[in-house]
């Protein structure tokens, strides 16, 4: 939970910077236009000053040394650059700040090669030909400080033009304010920096226009800017900096202002001034804090009021999901009985239309002497199948075998299943020719599927067994091969040619032909029809259960009995994938022929 407040806490303080940003670019344009407008007022007094012999608008008082004619000019390009580096809509013109910037670094730079080697460069010459003399020290000349801050505020402006919003730009911006303001503070306190030396001091107006011109620079570059993005937006830093800091620098500035007056005005005794300026400053430290604690704490008592507020909000809205899950959940549960009820009905239905009962051949002999015996299983993996079998009497003596593996699972492939029941019911008068029937049921379920949109196919074998004739016919439609076992030589035998599967499936081609082929049978003989799902098995390894496999299984179990048979092969497969039931669909059909020819 605290690193929640915490990211939100600084998702908040961001988010405020970003809108004061949005919300004050005018305030902080105006404020960087007055400040360059008054470094340029102050330059242009300096020249007017030096042109008309009026001292006192370059120095302020007469016991202050004057700002340079060169510094005049230098803050005149400075000032100059910056206007044009705010009001510049095309590159050219800020090209041509940046051109100016880099003129004033030159200058500076070139001062302070001057003072550092004593190398008289002339430069000022041309304004001040004979200065005069400020205590040991020339007037209008330029101080060593005021180049080292022409050269801070040159490359400032520089950086600030190409990289606008940079933390380089503001560092070096904030250096330069930072010495007019320490120059501006000797003078607050009645002591001049470098008054009575040999280096030229830096002049009351010359500071004062370093502070307008970095303080125009600091606010072109927006609250986005540094040091400027600490200060903006609610955040509780932001807050604090803006309560504490211009409070406690105006109280350490107005305590040694004060000292010093007091002191040199009405004596004052020290210890009394100290104790008088403590409690002051205590009083004005503990009004600040208050008025602090109010604005954090309000800000704090609105974050945590939202946060209960969301969190009541939250609290609520899981309710009502949680209602309108447990009344989705009730509605699916209902919709899931349903379905289990329809898919209930559904294969009670499809459990009807296979065979309850085989026929007997002859149909009027008595019960265990039918020439052919039959056996079935019939696994489905879901509710509903797409594998189907039929077993019908043709005649007195001959009796068709049909099976058939539909595409998929579910109540799609179940009701393909029940289309191709009703074809061949449709089809009954052709059903002594296998491959006719095949080719017949193919072109009508390509018609149905083709007038529904859907792609579907099933593989299918089709065999007819007469005993009088003593053998039997078949066709093949893609489907498994299925064996023939002798009983009594234990051979075993896919039917067709060679091993796989033969022929086209049904439902893709209409033009696809099936050939019916011929076998001879004897008694003894065992017929055994299935579908893939009975051999498409996997082990735990990997490994699949092959139709060649099958054939080996049913061979080794040969000399049971057919019904024997084959529950031993149903449970050898199992055991081969150690799982209790298929992954797909199975139906196996047995028919063994007890008498023939």
């Not at 022929?503 to 049978?521: C, M, S, V």
Request: glycine share 8%.
């Amino acid at each position: 939970m605290a690193e929640t407040d915490a990211s939100t806490s600084s998702d908040e303080g961001e988010h405020a910077t970003k809108t004061a940003a949005l919300h004050l670019p005018r305030l902080h344009t105006h404020i960087a236009l007055v400040g360059a407008l008054l470094t340029l007022t102050l330059s242009f007094l300096t020249l007017a000053a030096w042109m008309g012999g009026w001292p006192l608008l370059a120095s302020v008082r007469a016991r202050y040394i004057p700002m340079a004619p060169s510094t005049a000019l230098c803050f005149t390009l400075l000032g100059g650059s910056l206007l044009l580096q705010l009001r510049a809509t095309r590159s050219g013109l800020r090209a041509l700040a940046v051109v100016i910037a880099a003129v004033v670094s030159s200058i500076a730079v070139m001062k302070l090669v001057e003072f550092g080697t004593g190398w008289r460069i002339g430069l000022e010459e041309l304004l001040i030909r004979n200065p005069e003399m400020f205590g040991s020290v020339p007037t209008g000349r330029m101080s060593p400080v005021t180049a080292g801050n022409f050269l801070l505020g040159g490359v400032a402006l520089i950086l600030a033009t190409l990289r606008p919003r940079s933390w380089a730009a503001g560092a070096t911006a904030f250096a330069m304010t930072t010495v007019s303001l320490i120059v501006l503070l000797g003078y607050w306190y009645g002591s001049p920096l470098l008054y009575g030396g040999t280096i030229i001091p830096v002049a009351m107006t010359t500071a004062a226009a370093f502070l307008c011109f970095g303080t125009a620079l600091l606010a072109s570059q927006g609250p986005t800017g540094w040091p400027l993005r600490y200060f903006v937006g609610r955040s509780t830093r932001a807050l604090l900096l803006r309560s504490f800091l211009p409070v406690t620098v105006a109280a350490v500035l107005i305590d040694g202002a004060v000292r010093n007056w007091a002191l040199t005005r009405f004596h004052v005794n020290p210890v009394l001034l100290s104790a008088l300026a403590a409690l002051a400053f205590a009083a004005l430290l503990g009004y600040v804090i208050a008025h602090v604690a109010a604005l954090v704490g309000g800000h704090l008592d609105r974050a945590e009021a939202a946060r209960r507020q969301a969190q009541e909000e939250l609290r609520a809205l899981n309710e009502e999901l949680e209602q309108r899950v447990i009344k989705r959940t009730q509605e699916l549960r209902e919709k899931n009985e349903q379905m289990e009820q329809e898919l209930h009905m559904a294969r009670e239905l499809q459990l009807a239309m296979l065979p309850q009962k085989f026929p007997r051949v002859p149909p009027d002999c008595a019960k265990g002497e039918s020439a052919l015996k039959f056996f079935s299983f019939y696994f489905p993996t879901g509710g509903v199948s797409g594998d189907y079998f039929d077993v019908m009497p043709l005649s007195d003596n001959a009796v068709g075998i049909f099976i058939c593996d539909v595409m998929g699972h579910g109540v799609r492939a179940a009701l393909v299943t029940a289309m191709m029941r009703a074809l061949i019911g449709e089809e009954a008068s052709r059903a002594r020719d296998p491959g006719e029937l095949l080719g017949r049921i193919n072109r009508a379920m390509i018609g149905s599927l083709r007038q529904s949109g859907s792609t579907m196919f099933a593989t299918a074998f089709y065999l007819v067994a007469d005993v009088d004739r003593g053998e039997v016919l078949y066709a093949n439609a893609g489907h498994p091969q299925p064996l023939r076992l002798n009983q009594r030589t234990r051979r075993v035998h896919p039917m067709g040619n060679g091993n796989g599967n033969a022929g086209r499936a049904l439902g893709l081609f209409e033009d696809a032909t099936y050939e019916t082929k011929r076998e001879d049978i004897s008694a003894g003989d065992f017929f055994m029809l299935f579908t893939d799902g009975l051999f498409e098995v996997e082990n735990p390894s990997g490994d699949l259960f092959s139709h060649e496999q099958l054939a080996e299984v049913v061979k080794n179990r040969s000399h049971e009995s057919p019904h024997d048979l084959l529950q031993r092969v149903l449970g050898d497969v199992r055991a081969f994938s150690e799982h209790a039931e298929f992954d797909d669909d199975v139906c196996l059909i047995g028919m063994e022929v007890r008498r023939a020819g």
